[in-house]
């Protein structure tokens, strides 16, 4: 697979949740921001589920490591918040 840009990256890990959830019978709401704290909502029977997508590739030792942290910049730099993790 060719080099992709970060927010390429979560581009396409966003478009492929989204044909798994699809795919699932999901309904698929879109945020019209990207400073909301998720990615989309999925919608079935009644039940709301908010979703924050990763997209990440196997480490040096062939692990998969996921740092539960959002990271944006702003006029005084890089700001990083934990991500609350809901099951």
């Known amino acids: 697979m060719f ?3 970060t927010k390429s990256k979560g ?3 966003v478009l492929k949740v989204k044909l798994d959830l699809f795919e699932q019978g ?3 709401l879109n945020p019209e921001t ?3 704290p998720f990615d989309l909502v999925a919608y079935r029977e009644g039940t709301f589920k908010r979703i924050q997508v990763k ?3 196997l480490n040096s030792r062939g692990a998969l490591e996921v740092p ?3 990271s944006y ?5 890089v700001v990083i918040k934990p991500i ?3 099951m």
Do not use: V
Request: with cysteine; net charge positive.
């Open 3 to 5: 080099k992709h840009h």
């Open 11 to 13: 581009d396409l890990g």
């Open 26 to 28: 999901f309904l698929i």
């Open 34 to 36: 990207e400073h909301a």
């Open 55 to 57: 997209f990440r590739t």
């Open 68 to 70: 539960f942290r959002n």
């Open 73 to 77: 910049c702003n006029t005084n730099g």
């Open 84 to 86: 609350e993790k809901i």
